[in-house]
Protein backbone atom coordinates (compact mmCIF):
# COMPACT_ATOMS: atom_id res chain seq x y z
CA UNK A 1 0.00 0.00 0.00
CA UNK A 2 1.55 3.26 -0.99
CA UNK A 3 2.15 5.60 1.13
CA UNK A 4 2.21 8.53 -0.76
CA UNK A 5 -1.15 10.53 -1.91
CA UNK A 6 -2.09 13.20 -4.34
CA UNK A 7 -4.03 15.74 -5.17
CA UNK A 8 -3.84 17.90 -8.54
CA UNK A 9 -5.76 20.77 -10.35
CA UNK A 10 -5.62 20.79 -14.20
CA UNK A 11 -5.87 24.03 -15.88
CA UNK A 12 -9.13 22.90 -16.85
CA UNK A 13 -10.67 23.19 -13.36
CA UNK A 14 -10.54 19.88 -13.32
CA UNK A 15 -9.70 17.59 -9.72
CA UNK A 16 -7.42 14.30 -9.89
CA UNK A 17 -7.04 12.29 -6.85
CA UNK A 18 -4.08 9.39 -6.21
CA UNK A 19 -2.34 9.59 -9.46
CA UNK A 20 0.86 8.99 -9.81
CA UNK A 21 4.28 11.19 -9.18
CA UNK A 22 4.93 11.22 -12.56
CA UNK A 23 2.00 12.27 -13.65
CA UNK A 24 2.27 15.30 -11.88
CA UNK A 25 4.77 16.74 -14.45
CA UNK A 26 1.65 17.18 -17.42
CA UNK A 27 1.47 20.33 -18.56
CA UNK A 28 -2.40 20.09 -18.29
CA UNK A 29 -1.57 20.19 -14.45
CA UNK A 30 -1.83 23.66 -12.82
CA UNK A 31 -0.60 22.61 -9.45
CA UNK A 32 -0.87 20.00 -7.03
CA UNK A 33 -0.59 18.41 -3.26
CA UNK A 34 1.48 15.65 -2.50
CA UNK A 35 1.21 13.73 0.97
CA UNK A 36 4.32 11.52 2.25
CA UNK A 37 2.18 9.59 4.89
CA UNK A 38 5.14 7.48 7.02
CA UNK A 39 6.95 6.62 3.59
CA UNK A 40 8.75 4.02 3.04
CA UNK A 41 12.80 4.89 2.17
CA UNK A 42 12.52 4.07 -0.99
CA UNK A 43 9.27 6.65 -1.37
CA UNK A 44 11.54 9.33 0.74
CA UNK A 45 14.63 9.69 -2.03
CA UNK A 46 11.52 10.80 -4.16
CA UNK A 47 12.40 14.28 -2.22
CA UNK A 48 15.56 14.01 -3.77
CA UNK A 49 15.35 12.74 -7.14
CA UNK A 50 12.08 14.21 -8.43
CA UNK A 51 11.29 17.12 -6.48
CA UNK A 52 15.21 18.00 -6.33
CA UNK A 53 14.61 19.60 -2.83
CA UNK A 54 17.47 20.27 -1.04
CA UNK A 55 19.57 18.18 1.18
CA UNK A 56 19.74 20.63 4.29
CA UNK A 57 15.90 20.78 4.13
CA UNK A 58 15.50 17.12 3.59
CA UNK A 59 17.60 16.34 6.63
CA UNK A 60 15.36 18.18 8.67
CA UNK A 61 12.48 16.01 7.71
CA UNK A 62 14.49 12.42 8.66
CA UNK A 63 17.12 13.21 11.26
CA UNK A 64 16.20 15.48 13.92
CA UNK A 65 13.29 16.72 15.45
CA UNK A 66 13.20 20.32 14.62
CA UNK A 67 11.58 23.11 15.98
CA UNK A 68 8.69 25.52 13.95
CA UNK A 69 10.49 26.82 11.83
CA UNK A 70 10.55 28.27 8.10
CA UNK A 71 13.53 28.39 5.91
CA UNK A 72 13.37 29.74 2.45
CA UNK A 73 15.31 28.41 -0.72
CA UNK A 74 15.41 29.32 -4.26
CA UNK A 75 11.97 28.01 -5.53
CA UNK A 76 10.04 26.94 -2.67
CA UNK A 77 9.78 27.38 1.22
CA UNK A 78 10.24 24.84 3.95
CA UNK A 79 8.25 24.81 7.10
CA UNK A 80 8.55 22.56 9.96
CA UNK A 81 4.89 22.85 11.90
CA UNK A 82 4.44 20.98 14.84
CA UNK A 83 1.37 19.06 15.61
CA UNK A 84 0.31 17.27 19.51
CA UNK A 85 -0.48 13.60 20.47
CA UNK A 86 -3.68 14.14 22.10
CA UNK A 87 -2.74 11.55 25.31
CA UNK A 88 0.81 12.58 25.82
CA UNK A 89 0.45 15.71 24.67
CA UNK A 90 4.29 15.85 22.78
CA UNK A 91 4.93 17.69 19.96
CA UNK A 92 4.90 15.84 16.57
CA UNK A 93 6.24 17.32 13.22
CA UNK A 94 4.77 17.60 9.97
CA UNK A 95 6.93 19.39 7.16
CA UNK A 96 6.09 21.09 4.59
CA UNK A 97 7.75 22.34 0.96
CA UNK A 98 5.86 24.91 -0.39
CA UNK A 99 6.23 26.16 -4.14
CA UNK A 100 4.63 28.60 -6.89
CA UNK A 101 2.51 25.47 -7.96
CA UNK A 102 2.81 22.70 -5.38
CA UNK A 103 2.60 21.77 -2.06
CA UNK A 104 4.33 18.72 -0.24
CA UNK A 105 3.74 17.81 3.35
CA UNK A 106 5.85 14.39 4.72
CA UNK A 107 5.94 13.56 8.22
CA UNK A 108 6.91 10.53 9.03
CA UNK A 109 4.65 9.67 11.80
CA UNK A 110 0.13 9.48 11.23
CA UNK A 111 -1.10 12.80 11.51
CA UNK A 112 -4.77 13.01 12.12
CA UNK A 113 -4.70 16.75 11.49
CA UNK A 114 -3.02 16.28 7.40
CA UNK A 115 -5.32 13.30 7.03
CA UNK A 116 -8.50 15.23 7.72
CA UNK A 117 -7.76 18.20 5.17
CA UNK A 118 -6.93 15.79 2.95
CA UNK A 119 -9.97 13.52 3.23
CA UNK A 120 -12.21 16.88 3.02
CA UNK A 121 -10.81 18.21 -0.02
CA UNK A 122 -10.62 14.74 -1.07
CA UNK A 123 -14.53 14.58 -0.65
CA UNK A 124 -15.80 17.97 -1.85
CA UNK A 125 -13.28 18.58 -4.39
CA UNK A 126 -14.53 21.86 -5.79
CA UNK A 127 -13.01 23.82 -2.43
CA UNK A 128 -9.34 23.82 -4.02
CA UNK A 129 -10.88 24.77 -7.71
CA UNK A 130 -10.12 28.24 -8.40
CA UNK A 131 -7.21 27.70 -5.43
CA UNK A 132 -4.13 27.24 -5.33
CA UNK A 133 -1.04 25.54 -2.70
CA UNK A 134 -1.03 28.24 -0.40
CA UNK A 135 -5.25 27.40 0.14
CA UNK A 136 -3.79 24.35 0.77
CA UNK A 137 -1.18 25.74 3.23
CA UNK A 138 -3.73 27.72 4.99
CA UNK A 139 -5.99 24.46 5.84
CA UNK A 140 -3.33 22.47 7.32
CA UNK A 141 -2.32 25.75 9.55
CA UNK A 142 -5.77 26.01 10.39
CA UNK A 143 -6.62 22.85 11.33
CA UNK A 144 -3.16 21.92 13.79
CA UNK A 145 -3.93 25.17 15.41
CA UNK A 146 -7.59 23.98 16.03
CA UNK A 147 -6.25 20.65 17.41
CA UNK A 148 -4.64 22.47 20.23
CA UNK A 149 -7.69 23.67 21.81
CA UNK A 150 -9.11 20.80 22.68
CA UNK A 151 -6.14 19.47 24.85
CA UNK A 152 -6.14 23.15 26.25
CA UNK A 153 -9.69 23.02 27.14
CA UNK A 154 -9.24 19.92 28.78
CA UNK A 155 -6.36 20.57 31.08
CA UNK A 156 -8.53 23.41 31.61
CA UNK A 157 -11.24 21.46 32.89
CA UNK A 158 -9.39 19.29 34.80
CA UNK A 159 -7.77 22.18 37.16
CA UNK A 160 -11.57 23.58 38.02
CA UNK A 161 -11.71 20.31 39.11
CA UNK A 162 -8.51 20.25 41.61
CA UNK A 163 -10.19 23.51 43.03
CA UNK A 164 -13.20 21.40 44.72
CA UNK A 165 -10.77 18.56 46.23
CA UNK A 166 -9.51 21.20 48.58
CA UNK A 167 -7.11 20.15 50.95
CA UNK A 168 -6.93 16.47 49.81
CA UNK A 169 -3.69 14.67 49.81
CA UNK A 170 -3.21 13.55 46.34
CA UNK A 171 -3.95 17.03 45.23
CA UNK A 172 -0.49 18.81 45.37
CA UNK A 173 0.54 15.73 43.16
CA UNK A 174 -2.35 16.74 40.45
CA UNK A 175 -0.91 20.54 40.22
CA UNK A 176 2.19 19.64 39.31
CA UNK A 177 1.14 17.13 36.66
CA UNK A 178 -1.15 19.79 35.01
CA UNK A 179 1.64 22.24 35.24
CA UNK A 180 3.97 19.84 33.69
CA UNK A 181 0.79 19.03 30.88
CA UNK A 182 0.32 22.31 30.68
CA UNK A 183 4.01 23.86 29.95
CA UNK A 184 4.20 21.02 27.87
CA UNK A 185 1.51 22.36 25.39
CA UNK A 186 3.56 25.99 25.96
CA UNK A 187 6.37 24.57 24.22
CA UNK A 188 4.70 23.29 20.92
CA UNK A 189 2.43 26.64 20.54
CA UNK A 190 4.54 29.35 21.78
CA UNK A 191 7.07 28.37 19.02
CA UNK A 192 4.35 28.10 16.56
CA UNK A 193 3.14 31.56 17.58
CA UNK A 194 6.52 32.82 16.52
CA UNK A 195 6.79 30.83 13.21
CA UNK A 196 2.89 32.48 12.22
CA UNK A 197 4.19 36.00 13.33
CA UNK A 198 7.18 35.07 10.85
CA UNK A 199 5.06 34.61 8.33
CA UNK A 200 2.81 37.45 8.00
CA UNK A 201 5.76 39.89 8.50
CA UNK A 202 8.15 38.14 5.96
CA UNK A 203 8.09 39.63 2.28
CA UNK A 204 9.75 36.59 1.30
CA UNK A 205 6.76 34.10 2.23
CA UNK A 206 4.30 36.72 -0.22
CA UNK A 207 1.04 36.48 1.35
CA UNK A 208 -1.47 38.48 -0.85
CA UNK A 209 -3.01 41.15 0.78
CA UNK A 210 -6.40 39.44 0.40
CA UNK A 211 -5.58 36.12 2.07
CA UNK A 212 -3.31 37.93 4.98
CA UNK A 213 -6.70 37.89 6.96
CA UNK A 214 -6.57 34.22 7.13
CA UNK A 215 -3.40 33.88 8.52
CA UNK A 216 -3.85 36.66 10.99
CA UNK A 217 -6.48 34.32 11.94
CA UNK A 218 -4.76 31.47 12.81
CA UNK A 219 -2.43 33.71 14.34
CA UNK A 220 -4.60 35.20 16.77
CA UNK A 221 -5.57 31.32 17.57
CA UNK A 222 -2.68 30.91 18.96
CA UNK A 223 -2.40 34.17 21.09
CA UNK A 224 -5.65 33.03 22.33
CA UNK A 225 -3.74 29.55 23.46
CA UNK A 226 -0.88 31.17 25.44
CA UNK A 227 -3.58 33.25 27.08
CA UNK A 228 -5.42 30.01 28.20
CA UNK A 229 -2.44 28.55 28.62
CA UNK A 230 -0.58 31.47 31.42
CA UNK A 231 -4.00 31.89 33.05
CA UNK A 232 -4.07 28.31 33.71
CA UNK A 233 -0.45 28.25 35.21
CA UNK A 234 -1.76 31.06 37.25
CA UNK A 235 -4.78 29.13 39.02
CA UNK A 236 -2.40 26.34 39.52
CA UNK A 237 -0.45 28.29 41.44
CA UNK A 238 -3.19 29.91 43.14
CA UNK A 239 -4.18 26.44 43.84
CA UNK A 240 -0.72 25.28 44.56
CA UNK A 241 -0.46 28.33 47.07
CA UNK A 242 -4.35 27.26 48.82
CA UNK A 243 -2.94 24.26 49.38
CA UNK A 244 -0.17 25.04 51.58
CA UNK A 245 -1.96 27.90 53.18
CA UNK A 246 -4.43 25.69 54.36
CA UNK A 247 -1.60 23.31 55.38
CA UNK A 248 0.15 25.85 57.57
CA UNK A 249 -3.26 26.41 58.92
CA UNK A 250 -3.79 23.62 60.07
CA UNK A 251 -0.33 22.73 61.61
CA UNK A 252 -0.84 25.79 63.46
CA UNK A 253 -3.69 24.95 65.06
CA UNK A 254 -2.18 21.48 65.85
CA UNK A 255 0.95 23.49 67.05
CA UNK A 256 -1.28 25.65 69.31
CA UNK A 257 -3.20 22.66 70.87
CA UNK A 258 -0.11 21.00 71.79
CA UNK A 259 1.17 24.41 73.17
CA UNK A 260 -1.71 24.49 75.37
CA UNK A 261 -1.38 20.93 76.63
CA UNK A 262 2.33 21.54 76.98
CA UNK A 263 1.92 25.15 79.26
CA UNK A 264 -0.83 23.40 81.62
CA UNK A 265 0.85 20.14 81.96
CA UNK A 266 4.73 21.96 82.65
CA UNK A 267 4.29 23.24 86.45
CA UNK A 268 2.00 19.85 87.30
CA UNK A 269 4.72 17.70 85.82
CA UNK A 270 7.17 19.98 87.70
CA UNK A 271 5.38 19.40 91.12
CA UNK A 272 4.95 15.74 90.28
CA UNK A 273 8.76 15.63 89.03
CA UNK A 274 9.69 17.13 92.73
CA UNK A 275 7.56 13.85 94.65
CA UNK A 276 8.81 11.24 92.36
CA UNK A 277 12.72 12.20 93.59
CA UNK A 278 13.74 9.61 95.55
CA UNK A 279 15.57 11.82 98.41
CA UNK A 280 14.67 9.92 101.58
CA UNK A 281 14.10 13.27 103.46
CA UNK A 282 11.10 15.17 102.21
CA UNK A 283 8.67 17.30 104.49
CA UNK A 284 5.36 16.97 102.97
CA UNK A 285 5.54 12.67 102.32
CA UNK A 286 5.10 12.48 106.54
CA UNK A 287 2.21 14.96 106.45
CA UNK A 288 -1.58 13.08 106.79
CA UNK A 289 -2.71 14.94 104.10
CA UNK A 290 0.55 15.45 101.94
CA UNK A 291 -1.38 14.16 98.86
CA UNK A 292 -4.65 15.30 99.29
CA UNK A 293 -2.42 19.31 99.37
CA UNK A 294 -0.16 18.39 96.42
CA UNK A 295 -3.09 17.28 94.22
CA UNK A 296 -5.41 19.71 95.17
CA UNK A 297 -2.33 22.29 94.25
CA UNK A 298 -2.22 20.39 91.15
CA UNK A 299 -6.12 21.30 89.91
CA UNK A 300 -5.47 24.71 90.88
CA UNK A 301 -2.80 25.69 89.10
CA UNK A 302 -3.70 23.22 86.06
CA UNK A 303 -7.58 25.59 85.91
CA UNK A 304 -5.32 29.18 86.56
CA UNK A 305 -3.21 28.26 83.44
CA UNK A 306 -6.35 26.97 81.25
CA UNK A 307 -8.11 30.48 82.63
CA UNK A 308 -5.17 32.71 81.94
CA UNK A 309 -4.72 31.04 77.75
CA UNK A 310 -8.18 31.64 77.61
CA UNK A 311 -7.93 34.99 78.62
CA UNK A 312 -5.14 35.20 75.47
CA UNK A 313 -7.46 34.39 72.88
CA UNK A 314 -5.33 31.11 72.32
CA UNK A 315 -8.58 28.97 72.28
CA UNK A 316 -10.19 31.44 69.42
Not at 195 to 223: A, G, Q, T, W
Request: negative net charge; glycine residues 2%.
Amino acid sequence: MTMIHTIAVTKDQQVLHDISIQELVDSKISWYWVDFHSPTEEETQLLYTFFNFHPLSIEDCLHFFQRPKVDFYEDYNFYVLHTINPQTLLAEEVDIFFGKNFIVSFHLDDSREVNNVFEKVKEDSKIVLDKNPLYIFYLLLDKIVDEYFPAAYKLEDFIGELVTKNGSQDLIEDVFEVRNQLLKLRRTITPMSELLYRILNSERVNIPKEDHLYFMDIYDHLLRLIEIIDSNREMTNDIRDSYISINSYRMNNIMKTLTVLSSIFIPLTFIASIYGMNFKYIPELSWRWGYYAVLGSMFVIGSLMLAILWKKGWFK
